[in-house]
Nanobody
Framework: QVQLVESGGGLVQPGGSLRLSCAAS????????MGWYRQPPGKQRDLVAS???????NYADSVKGRFTISRDNAKNTVYLQMNSLKPEDTAVFYC?????????WGQGTQVTVSS
């Protein structure tokens, strides 16, 4: 069993910042690809940012220059620093890892950007 626990979502004004965290635990070891996805209301879930086991990062065009993904391998944790948030960033954000040939998902954390 692999568990992913997310934290850090909430309500923020446009232009504000939030930092999401996702900690992996359970039957997991080593270093593996990690990422963040988001699902706006009524829309599909899409990739926001990912980081490989070697630390290479990839971002959706809509968040480049505003969001930063990072990881702490000792803590099995991935972070998403979100700056200059916009109302269109409002979504449920999901953590994802790829381990032993499977994808695992967190429960999701709501991010709402509104004045």
């Amino acid at each position: 069993q692999v568990q992913l626990v997310e934290s850090g979502g909430g309500l923020v004004q446009p232009g504000g910042s939030l930092r999401l965290s996702c900690a992996a635990s359970g039957s997991i070891y080593g270093i593996y690809p990690m990422g963040w996805y988001r699902q706006p209301p009524g829309k599909q879930r899409d990739l926001v940012a990912s980081i490989t086991s070697g630390g290479r990062t990839n971002y959706a065009d809509s968040v480049k220059g505003r969001f930063t993904i990072s990881r702490d391998n000792a803590k099995n944790t991935v972070y998403l620093q979100m700056n200059s948030l916009k109302p269109e960033d409002t979504a449920v954000f999901y953590c994802n890892i790829q381990f032993a040939g499977r994808h695992y998902w967190g429960q999701g954390t709501q991010v709402t950007v509104s004045s």
